[in-house]
């Protein structure tokens, strides 16, 4: 569960308070341009004592982007580079196609499949001098269902 409070006067000031993997909440300030065309924003995490500046998603490709960030954890008092890679082929978290496909048999009998398949797209992370590794890959996943067959019988008229 996610709470958020915005702030807008020229920049962005995103106060987020998220549930944590214990049941803690913790929080985060996200700073940013208001203009489309912003570069940038600032992410200060208290709890880890972390502050960073990230890129914007820069596109690498038609469908790849890259997104870079050097930040400064206080606690650990290192300086540490964070990049990501990911594709534009969907938005964050699971992106779903449904369809319907027609399969002729013969003349006057189709066959109908109404499918899904619901994908997470691969993702590629890394960092230096933090706890995350230079290399991180997360595969993806995909899932299919076969939801719906029918039976098309169709006659030809002959009146």
Known sequence: MEYSLIMTSGFDILIQFYNAPRN????????????????WKFVYEPIHQDVRILS????????????VGVGHNFQL??????WKLTT??????VSR?????????????????GW??????????GGLG????????????????LDRVETILSYPDTV
């Open 24 to 39: 803690d909440f913790q929080a985060k300030l996200v700073f940013k341009p208001l203009s489309p065309d912003r570069l």
């Open 56 to 67: 914007k998603k820069i596109p690498v490709t038609k469908f790849l982007n890259l997104q």
């Open 77 to 82: 008092n290192a300086i540490s580079w964070k």
């Open 88 to 93: 534009c082929l969907g938005e964050d978290g």
């Open 97 to 113: 196609i449904r369809n319907k496909t027609t399969l002729g048999l013969c003349p006057g009998v189709d066959f109908r499949f």
């Open 116 to 125: 899904r398949a619901d994908y997470v797209l691969p993702e590629i992370t």
């Open 130 to 145: 933090t706890d995350e590794p230079l290399f991180n890959m997360n595969s993806g996943q995909l899932q299919a269902s």
